[in-house]
Protein backbone atom coordinates (compact mmCIF):
# COMPACT_ATOMS: atom_id res chain seq x y z
CA UNK A 1 0.00 0.00 0.00
CA UNK A 2 1.14 3.24 -0.98
CA UNK A 3 2.44 5.68 2.34
CA UNK A 4 1.46 9.68 2.19
CA UNK A 5 3.68 11.89 0.44
CA UNK A 6 2.49 14.97 2.41
CA UNK A 7 2.56 14.35 6.02
CA UNK A 8 0.02 17.12 7.40
CA UNK A 9 -3.16 17.12 8.85
CA UNK A 10 -5.01 20.29 9.24
CA UNK A 11 -4.36 23.18 6.58
CA UNK A 12 -6.49 26.42 6.31
CA UNK A 13 -7.88 27.53 2.94
CA UNK A 14 -6.21 31.02 1.97
CA UNK A 15 -8.99 32.01 -0.16
CA UNK A 16 -12.15 31.03 2.01
CA UNK A 17 -10.13 30.82 5.50
CA UNK A 18 -12.12 27.25 5.87
CA UNK A 19 -9.96 24.95 7.88
CA UNK A 20 -9.58 21.04 6.18
CA UNK A 21 -8.60 18.34 7.47
CA UNK A 22 -5.72 16.76 5.07
CA UNK A 23 -6.59 12.69 4.58
CA UNK A 24 -3.93 10.51 2.95
CA UNK A 25 -1.91 11.88 -0.15
CA UNK A 26 -0.43 10.30 -2.64
CA UNK A 27 1.33 10.72 -5.75
CA UNK A 28 -0.89 11.96 -8.63
CA UNK A 29 -3.02 13.59 -5.85
CA UNK A 30 -4.49 16.86 -5.53
CA UNK A 31 -6.99 18.28 -2.29
CA UNK A 32 -9.38 20.38 -2.66
CA UNK A 33 -10.84 22.77 -0.04
CA UNK A 34 -14.20 21.06 1.64
CA UNK A 35 -15.94 24.57 0.77
CA UNK A 36 -14.43 26.87 -1.72
CA UNK A 37 -13.12 23.96 -4.03
CA UNK A 38 -9.53 25.52 -4.20
CA UNK A 39 -7.03 23.51 -4.99
CA UNK A 40 -4.62 23.52 -1.84
CA UNK A 41 -2.11 20.75 -2.19
CA UNK A 42 -0.97 19.04 -5.35
CA UNK A 43 1.44 16.30 -4.76
CA UNK A 44 3.30 14.51 -7.79
CA UNK A 45 4.54 11.50 -8.70
CA UNK A 46 8.60 11.46 -8.42
CA UNK A 47 8.71 15.50 -7.56
CA UNK A 48 12.03 15.63 -6.63
CA UNK A 49 13.78 14.00 -9.45
CA UNK A 50 11.12 15.96 -12.20
CA UNK A 51 11.81 19.22 -10.49
CA UNK A 52 15.70 18.59 -10.78
CA UNK A 53 15.58 17.39 -14.69
CA UNK A 54 13.00 19.59 -16.20
CA UNK A 55 14.67 22.74 -14.54
CA UNK A 56 18.41 22.08 -15.12
CA UNK A 57 16.73 21.46 -18.97
CA UNK A 58 15.16 24.68 -18.75
CA UNK A 59 18.73 26.35 -17.50
CA UNK A 60 20.22 24.46 -20.46
CA UNK A 61 17.44 26.03 -23.14
CA UNK A 62 18.19 29.01 -21.66
CA UNK A 63 21.62 29.02 -21.95
CA UNK A 64 21.52 28.19 -25.95
CA UNK A 65 19.20 30.46 -26.79
CA UNK A 66 21.17 33.73 -25.20
CA UNK A 67 24.25 31.93 -27.03
CA UNK A 68 22.89 32.49 -31.06
CA UNK A 69 21.01 34.40 -33.24
CA UNK A 70 17.29 34.88 -32.39
CA UNK A 71 15.88 36.68 -34.76
CA UNK A 72 16.67 38.30 -38.37
CA UNK A 73 15.40 41.24 -40.00
CA UNK A 74 15.91 41.83 -44.10
CA UNK A 75 15.06 45.51 -45.89
CA UNK A 76 15.95 46.28 -49.34
CA UNK A 77 19.25 44.26 -48.96
CA UNK A 78 20.42 45.15 -45.92
CA UNK A 79 20.39 42.34 -43.16
CA UNK A 80 20.14 42.35 -39.57
CA UNK A 81 20.07 39.82 -36.70
CA UNK A 82 19.66 40.16 -33.08
CA UNK A 83 20.16 37.85 -30.15
CA UNK A 84 18.30 37.34 -27.27
CA UNK A 85 20.65 39.38 -24.86
CA UNK A 86 21.32 42.35 -27.74
CA UNK A 87 17.13 42.89 -27.24
CA UNK A 88 18.25 44.05 -23.88
CA UNK A 89 21.31 45.42 -24.69
CA UNK A 90 19.74 47.75 -27.47
CA UNK A 91 17.08 49.28 -25.03
CA UNK A 92 20.26 49.92 -23.01
CA UNK A 93 22.20 51.53 -25.27
CA UNK A 94 19.05 53.96 -26.37
CA UNK A 95 18.44 55.29 -23.08
CA UNK A 96 15.34 53.04 -22.09
CA UNK A 97 16.40 51.98 -18.43
CA UNK A 98 13.28 51.72 -17.52
CA UNK A 99 11.94 49.38 -20.21
CA UNK A 100 15.44 47.69 -20.33
CA UNK A 101 15.25 46.73 -16.84
CA UNK A 102 11.59 45.28 -17.10
CA UNK A 103 13.06 43.13 -20.13
CA UNK A 104 15.93 42.12 -17.65
CA UNK A 105 13.95 40.98 -15.28
CA UNK A 106 11.09 39.23 -17.28
CA UNK A 107 13.92 37.33 -19.28
CA UNK A 108 16.63 36.81 -17.07
CA UNK A 109 16.49 37.53 -13.14
CA UNK A 110 13.22 36.75 -11.90
CA UNK A 111 13.35 33.13 -13.92
CA UNK A 112 16.93 32.03 -13.09
CA UNK A 113 16.16 33.10 -9.44
CA UNK A 114 13.03 30.84 -9.56
CA UNK A 115 14.61 27.79 -11.50
CA UNK A 116 17.97 28.22 -9.10
CA UNK A 117 15.58 28.21 -5.60
CA UNK A 118 14.24 25.35 -6.81
CA UNK A 119 17.15 23.41 -7.73
CA UNK A 120 18.88 24.50 -4.80
CA UNK A 121 15.62 22.95 -2.88
CA UNK A 122 15.66 19.90 -4.43
CA UNK A 123 19.28 19.35 -3.82
CA UNK A 124 19.12 20.56 -0.28
CA UNK A 125 16.61 17.85 0.55
CA UNK A 126 19.08 14.95 0.01
CA UNK A 127 21.79 17.24 2.12
CA UNK A 128 21.05 17.58 5.98
CA UNK A 129 23.72 19.92 6.42
CA UNK A 130 22.61 22.34 4.46
CA UNK A 131 21.38 25.48 6.73
CA UNK A 132 17.24 25.81 7.23
CA UNK A 133 17.53 29.61 6.77
CA UNK A 134 18.55 29.15 3.08
CA UNK A 135 16.37 26.67 2.30
CA UNK A 136 13.17 29.10 3.44
CA UNK A 137 14.79 31.92 1.68
CA UNK A 138 14.22 29.85 -1.20
CA UNK A 139 11.08 28.87 -0.80
CA UNK A 140 9.77 32.34 0.00
CA UNK A 141 11.61 33.79 -3.75
CA UNK A 142 9.59 30.91 -5.04
CA UNK A 143 6.13 31.92 -4.12
CA UNK A 144 6.58 35.79 -4.30
CA UNK A 145 8.53 35.29 -8.15
CA UNK A 146 5.72 32.90 -9.40
CA UNK A 147 3.09 35.53 -10.35
CA UNK A 148 5.78 37.48 -12.55
CA UNK A 149 7.14 34.72 -14.33
CA UNK A 150 6.05 36.04 -17.82
CA UNK A 151 8.40 34.36 -20.29
CA UNK A 152 5.12 32.58 -22.29
CA UNK A 153 3.92 36.60 -22.86
CA UNK A 154 7.20 37.55 -24.25
CA UNK A 155 7.09 34.59 -26.52
CA UNK A 156 3.48 35.53 -27.46
CA UNK A 157 4.70 38.73 -27.95
CA UNK A 158 7.30 37.93 -30.65
CA UNK A 159 4.30 36.15 -32.92
CA UNK A 160 3.02 39.54 -32.47
CA UNK A 161 6.10 41.60 -33.47
CA UNK A 162 6.29 39.71 -36.43
CA UNK A 163 2.77 39.87 -37.51
CA UNK A 164 3.22 43.91 -37.30
CA UNK A 165 6.79 44.24 -39.02
CA UNK A 166 5.89 41.94 -41.77
CA UNK A 167 4.68 44.72 -44.19
CA UNK A 168 8.24 46.69 -43.48
CA UNK A 169 10.31 43.31 -43.90
CA UNK A 170 11.19 39.89 -44.19
CA UNK A 171 11.78 38.02 -41.15
CA UNK A 172 13.25 34.51 -40.01
CA UNK A 173 13.13 32.69 -36.50
CA UNK A 174 16.74 31.69 -35.66
CA UNK A 175 18.16 28.81 -33.63
CA UNK A 176 17.68 30.53 -30.83
CA UNK A 177 14.09 31.30 -31.14
CA UNK A 178 13.16 27.47 -31.01
CA UNK A 179 15.79 27.05 -27.77
CA UNK A 180 13.63 29.98 -26.28
CA UNK A 181 10.49 28.58 -26.86
CA UNK A 182 11.72 24.84 -25.43
CA UNK A 183 12.66 27.13 -22.28
CA UNK A 184 9.28 28.41 -22.25
CA UNK A 185 7.53 24.91 -21.70
CA UNK A 186 10.14 23.41 -19.31
CA UNK A 187 9.58 26.59 -17.21
CA UNK A 188 5.98 26.30 -17.08
CA UNK A 189 6.23 22.66 -16.72
CA UNK A 190 8.66 23.53 -13.17
CA UNK A 191 6.07 25.92 -12.18
CA UNK A 192 3.05 22.74 -12.53
CA UNK A 193 5.20 20.52 -10.15
CA UNK A 194 6.06 23.08 -7.33
CA UNK A 195 3.60 23.34 -4.67
CA UNK A 196 4.22 25.63 -1.72
CA UNK A 197 2.29 23.95 1.05
CA UNK A 198 4.38 20.75 0.39
CA UNK A 199 7.63 22.77 -0.01
CA UNK A 200 7.24 24.51 3.35
CA UNK A 201 6.14 20.45 4.63
CA UNK A 202 9.52 19.43 3.84
CA UNK A 203 11.70 22.00 4.47
CA UNK A 204 10.14 22.80 7.79
CA UNK A 205 8.33 19.73 8.74
CA UNK A 206 4.60 19.28 10.12
CA UNK A 207 2.85 22.38 11.23
CA UNK A 208 1.29 22.54 14.81
CA UNK A 209 -1.66 20.48 15.17
CA UNK A 210 -4.69 22.28 16.50
CA UNK A 211 -8.32 20.50 17.60
CA UNK A 212 -10.10 22.06 14.76
CA UNK A 213 -14.15 21.67 13.84
CA UNK A 214 -15.78 22.23 10.18
CA UNK A 215 -15.95 26.16 9.36
CA UNK A 216 -13.60 28.99 9.44
CA UNK A 217 -10.40 29.88 11.08
CA UNK A 218 -11.90 32.88 12.37
CA UNK A 219 -15.05 31.63 13.87
CA UNK A 220 -13.42 29.26 15.79
CA UNK A 221 -10.14 31.60 17.17
CA UNK A 222 -7.63 30.77 14.49
CA UNK A 223 -5.59 32.28 11.63
CA UNK A 224 -4.64 30.52 8.69
CA UNK A 225 -0.65 31.61 6.83
CA UNK A 226 -1.82 32.39 3.84
CA UNK A 227 1.97 31.95 2.98
CA UNK A 228 2.47 28.33 4.39
CA UNK A 229 -0.90 27.16 4.53
CA UNK A 230 -0.11 26.45 8.74
CA UNK A 231 -3.03 27.15 11.18
CA UNK A 232 -2.30 28.98 14.20
CA UNK A 233 -4.01 30.38 17.34
CA UNK A 234 -5.65 34.00 16.95
CA UNK A 235 -3.14 35.48 19.16
CA UNK A 236 -0.02 34.71 16.84
CA UNK A 237 1.47 37.36 15.12
CA UNK A 238 4.09 35.45 12.66
CA UNK A 239 4.27 31.78 11.32
CA UNK A 240 6.03 29.26 13.86
CA UNK A 241 6.94 27.73 10.00
CA UNK A 242 7.79 30.15 7.94
CA UNK A 243 7.77 33.03 9.90
CA UNK A 244 6.09 34.91 7.87
CA UNK A 245 3.52 37.52 9.58
CA UNK A 246 -0.12 36.24 9.47
CA UNK A 247 -3.41 37.98 10.12
CA UNK A 248 -6.96 36.90 10.30
CA UNK A 249 -7.62 39.12 7.57
CA UNK A 250 -5.33 41.54 5.23
CA UNK A 251 -5.10 44.70 7.14
CA UNK A 252 -6.50 47.40 5.34
CA UNK A 253 -7.07 44.87 2.45
CA UNK A 254 -9.84 47.57 0.64
CA UNK A 255 -8.08 50.80 0.99
CA UNK A 256 -4.72 49.09 -0.31
CA UNK A 257 -6.66 47.50 -3.14
CA UNK A 258 -8.78 50.67 -3.96
CA UNK A 259 -6.15 52.98 -4.09
CA UNK A 260 -3.84 50.83 -6.47
CA UNK A 261 -6.75 51.21 -8.93
CA UNK A 262 -7.10 55.04 -8.45
CA UNK A 263 -3.64 55.09 -9.22
CA UNK A 264 -3.58 52.05 -12.53
CA UNK A 265 -7.00 54.17 -13.83
CA UNK A 266 -4.54 57.37 -13.92
CA UNK A 267 -1.68 55.67 -15.49
CA UNK A 268 -4.47 54.17 -17.87
CA UNK A 269 -4.83 58.06 -19.43
CA UNK A 270 -1.37 58.87 -20.76
CA UNK A 271 -1.20 55.26 -21.79
CA UNK A 272 -3.87 55.57 -24.43
CA UNK A 273 -3.76 59.45 -25.24
CA UNK A 274 0.36 59.19 -25.69
CA UNK A 275 1.72 57.38 -28.87
CA UNK A 276 3.38 53.95 -27.16
CA UNK A 277 5.73 53.01 -30.58
CA UNK A 278 7.19 55.15 -33.13
CA UNK A 279 8.41 53.90 -36.51
CA UNK A 280 11.20 56.19 -38.58
CA UNK A 281 10.40 55.03 -42.64
CA UNK A 282 12.59 57.33 -44.91
CA UNK A 283 13.24 59.61 -42.65
CA UNK A 284 9.42 60.20 -41.95
CA UNK A 285 8.36 59.33 -37.97
CA UNK A 286 5.18 58.33 -37.73
CA UNK A 287 3.48 57.58 -33.74
CA UNK A 288 0.98 55.01 -32.86
CA UNK A 289 -1.30 54.40 -30.01
CA UNK A 290 -2.52 51.26 -28.51
CA UNK A 291 -5.55 51.12 -30.38
CA UNK A 292 -3.64 52.90 -33.85
CA UNK A 293 -1.69 50.13 -33.55
CA UNK A 294 -5.06 47.59 -33.56
CA UNK A 295 -7.06 49.68 -36.11
CA UNK A 296 -3.53 49.33 -38.13
CA UNK A 297 -3.21 45.80 -37.79
CA UNK A 298 -7.42 45.46 -38.81
CA UNK A 299 -6.79 46.85 -42.46
CA UNK A 300 -3.73 44.61 -43.01
CA UNK A 301 -6.11 41.84 -42.39
CA UNK A 302 -4.40 40.51 -39.48
CA UNK A 303 -7.62 39.82 -37.89
CA UNK A 304 -6.28 37.49 -35.02
CA UNK A 305 -3.58 39.83 -33.55
CA UNK A 306 -5.47 42.43 -34.09
CA UNK A 307 -7.97 40.72 -31.75
CA UNK A 308 -4.74 39.55 -29.30
CA UNK A 309 -3.48 43.36 -29.19
CA UNK A 310 -7.08 44.59 -28.58
CA UNK A 311 -8.25 42.11 -25.71
CA UNK A 312 -4.77 42.41 -23.61
CA UNK A 313 -4.05 45.97 -23.86
CA UNK A 314 -7.49 47.26 -23.88
CA UNK A 315 -10.25 45.24 -23.11
CA UNK A 316 -8.55 43.06 -20.21
CA UNK A 317 -6.84 45.62 -18.42
CA UNK A 318 -10.51 48.24 -18.02
CA UNK A 319 -12.23 44.61 -17.00
CA UNK A 320 -9.93 44.16 -14.60
CA UNK A 321 -9.97 47.29 -13.18
CA UNK A 322 -14.15 47.49 -13.00
CA UNK A 323 -14.41 43.56 -11.57
CA UNK A 324 -11.73 44.56 -8.75
CA UNK A 325 -13.89 47.62 -8.30
CA UNK A 326 -16.82 45.61 -8.01
CA UNK A 327 -15.64 43.09 -5.94
CA UNK A 328 -14.66 45.76 -3.43
CA UNK A 329 -18.26 47.16 -3.69
CA UNK A 330 -19.60 43.74 -2.89
CA UNK A 331 -17.08 42.84 0.20
CA UNK A 332 -19.20 46.68 1.81
CA UNK A 333 -22.83 45.53 0.02
CA UNK A 334 -23.29 42.05 -0.94
CA UNK A 335 -25.46 41.33 -3.47
CA UNK A 336 -27.34 38.13 -3.75
CA UNK A 337 -25.24 36.80 -6.07
CA UNK A 338 -23.38 33.81 -4.90
CA UNK A 339 -20.00 34.08 -3.33
CA UNK A 340 -18.84 31.56 -5.25
CA UNK A 341 -19.55 33.31 -8.58
CA UNK A 342 -17.51 36.31 -7.36
CA UNK A 343 -14.64 34.20 -6.23
CA UNK A 344 -14.71 33.03 -10.08
CA UNK A 345 -14.58 36.43 -11.79
CA UNK A 346 -11.58 37.35 -8.70
CA UNK A 347 -9.61 34.01 -10.19
CA UNK A 348 -9.80 35.31 -14.14
CA UNK A 349 -8.26 38.36 -12.87
CA UNK A 350 -5.37 37.12 -11.57
CA UNK A 351 -5.06 34.79 -14.10
CA UNK A 352 -5.43 37.25 -17.30
CA UNK A 353 -3.93 40.67 -15.50
CA UNK A 354 -0.08 39.79 -16.81
CA UNK A 355 -0.88 39.08 -20.05
CA UNK A 356 -1.44 42.52 -20.74
CA UNK A 357 2.44 42.73 -21.08
CA UNK A 358 2.75 41.42 -24.71
CA UNK A 359 2.18 45.09 -26.14
CA UNK A 360 5.29 46.24 -23.66
CA UNK A 361 7.15 43.55 -25.10
CA UNK A 362 5.86 43.64 -28.64
CA UNK A 363 7.79 47.81 -28.69
CA UNK A 364 10.14 46.25 -26.69
CA UNK A 365 11.46 43.43 -29.73
CA UNK A 366 10.65 45.72 -32.47
CA UNK A 367 12.83 48.42 -31.00
CA UNK A 368 15.85 45.94 -30.83
CA UNK A 369 15.10 43.96 -34.24
CA UNK A 370 14.27 47.31 -36.32
CA UNK A 371 17.05 49.57 -35.86
CA UNK A 372 18.86 51.10 -39.75
CA UNK A 373 18.58 55.11 -39.03
CA UNK A 374 16.71 56.87 -41.47
CA UNK A 375 15.50 53.75 -43.80
CA UNK A 376 13.33 52.04 -40.55
CA UNK A 377 13.48 52.28 -37.21
CA UNK A 378 11.40 51.84 -34.26
CA UNK A 379 11.83 53.44 -30.63
CA UNK A 380 9.66 53.20 -27.59
CA UNK A 381 6.85 55.99 -27.11
CA UNK A 382 5.99 57.63 -23.85
CA UNK A 383 3.31 55.75 -23.24
CA UNK A 384 4.86 52.45 -22.70
CA UNK A 385 5.97 52.65 -18.85
CA UNK A 386 2.51 54.70 -18.24
CA UNK A 387 1.08 50.91 -19.78
CA UNK A 388 3.38 48.74 -17.82
CA UNK A 389 2.70 50.83 -14.35
CA UNK A 390 -1.07 50.11 -15.09
CA UNK A 391 -0.38 46.62 -15.44
CA UNK A 392 1.52 46.22 -12.54
CA UNK A 393 -0.34 48.45 -10.98
CA UNK A 394 -3.65 45.96 -11.43
CA UNK A 395 -1.72 42.96 -10.85
CA UNK A 396 -0.48 44.28 -7.38
CA UNK A 397 -4.00 45.33 -6.48
CA UNK A 398 -5.49 41.94 -6.97
CA UNK A 399 -2.43 40.34 -4.95
CA UNK A 400 -3.82 42.79 -1.93
CA UNK A 401 -7.33 42.14 -2.26
CA UNK A 402 -8.51 39.44 0.72
CA UNK A 403 -10.83 36.86 -0.95
CA UNK A 404 -11.79 36.15 2.48
CA UNK A 405 -13.57 38.98 2.57
CA UNK A 406 -16.42 37.87 0.57
CA UNK A 407 -17.08 34.90 2.44
CA UNK A 408 -17.14 37.12 5.37
CA UNK A 409 -20.52 38.76 3.98
CA UNK A 410 -21.32 35.56 2.86
CA UNK A 411 -25.17 34.32 4.52
CA UNK A 412 -23.96 30.67 4.77
CA UNK A 413 -27.00 28.61 4.19
CA UNK A 414 -27.44 30.36 0.25
CA UNK A 415 -23.95 29.46 -0.70
CA UNK A 416 -23.25 26.31 -2.24
CA UNK A 417 -20.49 24.33 -0.79
CA UNK A 418 -18.20 21.56 -2.08
CA UNK A 419 -17.48 18.22 -0.27
CA UNK A 420 -13.53 18.12 0.25
CA UNK A 421 -12.32 15.84 -2.27
CA UNK A 422 -8.94 14.01 -3.91
CA UNK A 423 -8.81 14.19 -7.73
CA UNK A 424 -6.85 11.25 -9.24
Known amino acids: MSHSLFHENVTTCEECDHVNSIPPLKGGDRFRCQHCGHILISVHKHV ?8 LSSLLML ?52 LSSALFLVWSFQNKYVLKSAQRYCVRWIIVLQPWLMVDVFLVGILVALVKVNSLADI ?14 LLLKTVTLIDKRWLWNKVAGQATEHEVEQ ?12 FCGATLSRDAHHCDRCGHSVHSRRPNSLMTTSALLIASLVMYIPANVFPIMQTTFLG ?32 IPIAK ?8 WQCCYPSQRLTKQKIKLYKMTELVGRWSMIDVFVVAILTSLVQM ?42 AASLEGEKVE
Open 172 to 185: SLELSFWAFCGYVL
Open 63 to 114: ALAMSFSFLGFSSNGIDRTVSLFQTLSVLLGLGHLVLGAIISLALFVFPIVY
Open 215 to 226: GTAKKQNLIGCH
Open 284 to 315: STEPSTIMGGVLLLWTLESYPVALIILFASVV
Open 373 to 414: GNLVSIFPGPAVLSFTAVIVFTMLAAMSFDPRLLWDKDDGPK
Open 321 to 328: MLALAWLC
Open 48 to 55: SARILGVG
